[in-house]
């Protein structure tokens, strides 16, 4: 539009400005006239005026045209090749040049871009040194991505501000469980590179710890460390274990710190349930005694009448039932926790064979051996507990029925199911013993559990059972187990595991400082950013048109955080318009039933919060967030910036600042277009590339950068 309009005044003013020259020249000269020849002149000019004018607009429009023709041969076609080359000076394409204008712009435009090719290949150069140099680096990078994601303990890495450095898989599945609203925001806006761990743990807690441990660096100790528990703001229980990472220059200095957490929630209301029934049987069984005594010494005396020996009688029996309730509740209780002491988990089947035939094999003595074992079938098992009836079943067979040789066997058995026989020759057994053994407290060697093999049976969802092999003279014990799932619940998303390690770490955060209080005079380069954008029913959000969907992704420390985005749906409460759903491809079937804006809304501020809002056309985007605030009380106050605006700061001669056009002045591919997500990703790649040119022309704090998209001529657009 600018650029159009700058053309339209080349071609007019010279015009104009012959009008004005025309008109002032015959001014003068009539001045020096007497009035007799001004009144000859007009006689003869009064008969050929049309001709005059004639000869005159041909002059001046092809005046025009030829000034016209300059301006964009000499004038506008070196500001758009400065533009161009201000973009392949910073990286962002590597594409060349269009030559245009001008013989000399073209040749420089040539030499522009043999100048380009040879950076390319020096930069090529380079890389591939700084490679090679680096490899042993990013060998040990990957080892640490690898033993993170692997842990399956929670573990987070900070700087001493409390910023995330780094997160294991683990530590995103909890923060998702400990989030206000794990269907929406899933966990994201509690954890997430560069967000403060304060959000979930009490910043005094943790200063105490970093005092607690500094103080044992500075005392010399090997493994200095502090533990803590804590509640967070949804009522979970945490036990919090912290490290130091000390600076590479002095193993006194701390810059940093490691989390490993652990949610004890369960653990403690177990605990707690634990020491209630243990205190209730202590003093409810003094009571019962002392009644027990009481009763018991009355009975010995001869002269007790039958009615009064009767109630005494009553009262040891209720004492004693009372008794046995109690004892009763505590010992039902402590196999419920015996049941879960050991979670369920992934093991590989022959590994669990294994370990069976060693235990038994020690423990008895007898020869034990594998046959017919599935190597390739992973088991989702309560590893001891399994071994444990393994071994008591084991043992019976051994000293009840003198078996001397058993085999383990194992199967899949479909329906993501696996069979595990424990298989001997000889005796069978009645289905009475089999029951007994079934229901029997289980004892391996010496030592006796409460649980038995029911239980740990119960444990797995799985079943138990004894059939014989006549043909082959054997018997079996068999275990329905169950397999291992493909994607365990705290995994990674499909999108993460798709591109390979994700990007939960940036150890170049340790060298940024806090943020400045005042972040007008923050520079962009060290600002936290979340980029999005919406789809909405259609375009005019005064007239009740909705948001039926949100993206946003987060920038940090100069980086696109591809696995830290937000993407929800949003239920309009209203038909979507026709004439949009051909432009997003959002139906109104693909939102029924998803949550409203009134649920969305405080995911997305949660997401947002404490970073600096991005979006292409921003003005559009957050008229539709400001006309939600007295319905959900969700108000976004943050700075806003607008790559639209942005763009025209930086290429003012481009004819386009469309965010399709301007993704291919950077060389930016463009995925997913009219997709909430994908748009914001774009505009964040876009942005990022921004923020150097932007340097260039000295806007280098986000108050600059807000100041310059104001001047902008787009920046009078409004909803």
Same mark, same amino acid.
């Given at each position: 539009?600018?650029?159009?309009?700058?053309?339209? &005044? =080349?071609?007019?003013?010279?015009?104009?400005?012959?009008?004005?020259?025309?008109?002032?020249?015959?001014?003068?000269? =009539?001045?020096?006239?007497?009035?007799?020849?001004?009144?000859?002149?007009?006689?003869?000019?009064?008969?050929?005026?049309?001709?005059?004018?004639?000869?005159?607009?041909?002059?001046?429009?092809?005046?025009?045209?030829?000034?016209?023709? +300059?301006?964009?041969?000499?004038?506008?076609?070196?500001?758009?090749?400065?533009?161009? =080359?201000?973009?392949?000076?910073?990286?962002?394409? #590597?594409?060349?040049?269009?030559?245009?204008?001008?013989?000399?712009?073209?040749?420089?435009?040539? &030499?522009?871009?043999?100048?380009?090719?040879?950076?390319?290949?020096?930069?090529?150069?380079?890389?591939?040194?700084?490679?090679?140099?680096?490899?042993?680096?990013?060998?040990?990078?990957?080892?640490?991505?690898?033993?993170m994601s692997e842990l399956t303990q929670s573990v987070v890495v900070c700087n001493l501000d409390g910023r995330i450095?780094?997160?294991?898989?683990?530590?995103?599945?909890?923060?998702?469980?400990?989030?206000?609203? #794990?269907?929406?925001?899933?966990?994201?806006?509690?954890?997430?590179?560069?967000?403060?761990?304060?959000?979930?743990?009490?910043?005094?807690?943790? +200063?105490?710890?970093?005092?607690?441990?500094?103080?044992?660096?500075?005392?010399?100790?090997?493994?200095?460390?502090?533990?803590?528990?804590?509640?967070?703001?949804?009522?979970?229980?945490?036990?919090?274990?912290?490290?130091?990472?000390?600076?590479?220059? $002095?193993?006194?200095?701390?810059?940093?710190?490691?989390?490993?957490?652990?949610?004890?929630?369960?653990?403690?209301?177990?605990?707690?349930?634990?020491?209630?029934?243990? !205190?209730?049987? &202590?003093?409810?069984?003094?009571?019962?005694?002392?009644?027990?005594?009481?009763?018991?010494?009355?009975?010995?005396?001869?002269?007790?009448?039958?009615?009064?020996?009767?109630?005494?009688?009553?009262?040891?029996?209720?004492?004693?039932?009372?008794?046995?309730?109690?004892?009763?509740?505590?010992?039902? !209780?402590?196999?419920?926790?015996?049941?879960?002491?050991?979670?369920?988990?992934?093991?590989?089947?022959?590994?669990?064979?294994?370990?069976?035939?060693?235990?038994?094999?020690?423990?008895?003595?007898?020869?034990?051996?594998?046959?017919?074992?599935?190597?390739?079938?992973?088991?989702?098992?309560?590893?001891? $507990?399994?071994?444990?009836?393994?071994? +008591?079943? +084991?043992?019976?067979?051994?000293?009840?029925?003198?078996?001397?040789?058993?085999?383990?066997?194992?199967?899949?058995?479909?329906?993501?199911?696996?069979?595990?026989?424990?298989?001997?020759?000889?005796?069978?057994?009645?289905?009475?013993?089999?029951?007994?053994?079934? &229901?029997? #407290?289980?004892?391996?060697?010496?030592?006796?559990?409460?649980?038995?093999?029911?239980?740990?049976?119960?444990?797995?969802?799985?079943?138990?059972?004894?059939?014989?092999?006549?043909?082959?003279?054997?018997?079996?014990?068999?275990?329905?187990?169950?397999?291992?799932?493909?994607?365990?619940?705290?995994?990674?998303?499909?999108?993460?595991?798709?591109?390979?390690?994700?990007?939960?770490?940036?150890?170049?955060?340790?060298?940024?400082?806090?943020?400045?209080?005042?972040?007008?005079? $923050?520079?962009?380069?060290?600002?936290?950013?979340?980029?999005?954008?919406t789809e909405t029913t259609g375009l005019d959000p005064s007239a009740g048109d909705e948001i039926i969907q949100i993206?946003?992704?987060?920038?940090?420390?100069?980086?696109?955080?591809? !696995?830290?985005?937000?993407?929800?749906?949003?239920?309009?409460?209203?038909?979507?318009?026709?004439?949009?759903?051909?432009?997003?491809?959002?139906?109104?079937?693909?939102?029924?039933?998803?949550?409203?804006?009134?649920?969305?809304?405080?995911?997305?501020?949660?997401?947002?919060?404490?970073?600096?809002?991005?979006?292409?056309?921003?003005?559009?985007?957050? *008229?539709?967030?400001?006309?939600?605030?007295?319905?959900?009380?969700?108000?976004?106050?943050?700075?806003?910036?607008?790559?639209?605006?942005?763009?025209?700061?930086? !290429?003012?001669?481009?004819?386009?600042?469309?965010?399709?056009?301007?993704?291919?002045?950077?060389?930016?591919?463009?995925?997913?277009?009219?997709?909430?997500?994908?748009?914001?990703?774009?505009?964040?790649?876009?942005?990022?590339?921004?923020? #150097?040119?932007?340097?260039?022309?000295?806007? *280098?704090?986000?108050?600059?950068?807000?100041?310059?998209?104001?001047?902008?001529?787009?920046?009078?657009?409004?909803?």
């Amino acid at each position: 539009m600018r650029g159009a309009w700058r053309e339209a &005044t =080349a071609a007019l003013l010279p015009a104009a400005l012959i009008a004005l020259w025309t008109i002032a020249a015959s001014a003068v000269v =009539a001045l020096t006239l007497s009035a007799a020849q001004r009144e000859a002149i007009y006689a003869i000019v009064e008969s050929r005026l049309a001709l005059v004018l004639l000869v005159w607009l041909v002059f001046a429009g092809a005046l025009g045209a030829a000034l016209r023709w +300059a301006w964009l041969r000499f004038v506008l076609a070196p500001a758009r090749l400065v533009e161009q =080359a201000q973009i392949v000076l910073g990286g962002g394409a #590597p594409r060349e040049i269009a030559a245009a204008g001008s013989a000399d712009n073209r040749a420089l435009a040539r &030499t522009i871009n043999a100048l380009a090719r040879e950076r390319g290949e020096l930069k090529a150069d380079i890389g591939r040194q700084v490679s090679d140099a680096s490899r042993e680096i990013e060998q040990e990078r990957s080892r640490l991505a690898a033993l993170m994601s692997e842990l399956t303990q929670s573990v987070v890495v900070c700087n001493l501000d409390g910023r995330i450095l780094l997160y294991n898989s683990r530590a995103r599945a909890q923060f998702r469980a400990l989030s206000q609203s #794990p269907s929406l925001a899933g966990g994201a806006e509690l954890i997430g590179l560069g967000r403060s761990i304060y959000a979930v743990l009490d910043a005094k807690l943790v +200063a105490h710890a970093l005092e607690t441990v500094h103080q044992r660096v500075l005392g010399g100790s090997a493994n200095p460390s502090a533990q803590f528990v804590t509640s967070t703001p949804g009522g979970q229980l945490l036990r919090v274990q912290l490290a130091p990472v000390r600076a590479i220059d $002095s193993e006194a200095s701390v810059n940093g710190f490691v989390l490993m957490l652990d949610n004890i929630t369960r653990d403690f209301a177990d605990e707690s349930l634990r020491d209630q029934l243990l !205190h209730g049987l &202590t003093e409810g069984s003094r009571a019962s005694l002392g009644n027990l005594q009481a009763a018991v010494e009355m009975l010995d005396y001869d002269d007790v009448d039958a009615e009064t020996r009767e109630r005494f009688h009553a009262v040891i029996r209720d004492e004693v039932r009372a008794m046995s309730q109690r004892i009763q509740s505590l010992a039902s !209780h402590t196999v419920q926790t015996q049941k879960t002491r050991w979670p369920l988990e992934d093991m590989l089947g022959a590994d669990l064979v294994s370990a069976a035939l060693r235990r038994i094999e020690a423990l008895y003595g007898c020869a034990a051996a594998a046959a017919d074992i599935d190597a390739s079938l992973w088991l989702r098992v309560d590893s001891y $507990s399994l071994l444990q009836a393994l071994a +008591a079943l +084991a043992g019976r067979l051994v000293e009840e029925y003198e078996v001397r040789r058993v085999q383990l066997r194992l199967r899949g058995a479909g329906n993501e199911r696996a069979h595990l026989d424990l298989v001997w020759a000889g005796q069978a057994m009645s289905t009475e013993t089999v029951m007994s053994w079934e &229901t029997d #407290p289980l004892k391996v060697g010496t030592d006796s559990s409460a649980l038995t093999v029911r239980d740990v049976v119960e444990r797995h969802g799985g079943a138990f059972w004894f059939e014989r092999e006549r043909v082959r003279h054997e018997a079996f014990f068999r275990f329905l187990l169950p397999l291992a799932s493909v994607q365990e619940e705290w995994a990674v998303s499909p999108q993460a595991q798709g591109a390979g390690r994700p990007e939960y770490y940036d150890f170049d955060l340790f060298k940024t400082s806090a943020q400045a209080d005042e972040l007008a005079d $923050s520079v962009l380069a060290d600002l936290t950013y979340t980029v999005f954008d919406t789809e909405t029913t259609g375009l005019d959000p005064s007239a009740g048109d909705e948001i039926i969907q949100i993206g946003a992704a987060r920038i940090v420390a100069g980086k696109l955080r591809r !696995h830290e985005s937000f993407e929800q749906l949003v239920d309009p409460d209203r038909p979507i318009s026709a004439a949009s759903i051909p432009i997003h491809g959002i139906t109104d079937d693909m939102v029924a039933g998803k949550p409203g804006i009134g649920a969305v809304l405080p995911a997305f501020q949660a997401f947002a919060r404490d970073t600096v809002l991005v979006a292409h056309n921003a003005a559009f985007d957050m *008229r539709f967030l400001q006309l939600k605030e007295a319905a959900t009380g969700v108000a976004f106050s943050q700075p806003v910036l607008d790559t639209l605006l942005l763009s025209a700061v930086v !290429h003012p001669n481009q004819e386009s600042h469309r965010l399709e056009d301007i993704a291919a002045r950077f060389d930016v591919a463009v995925l997913g277009r009219h997709d909430a997500l994908g748009d914001a990703m774009v505009t964040a790649e876009v942005f990022l590339r921004m923020i #150097p040119l932007l340097a260039e022309k000295g806007i *280098r704090t986000l108050g600059q950068a807000r100041d310059a998209a104001q001047k902008t001529y787009f920046a009078r657009v409004k909803y």
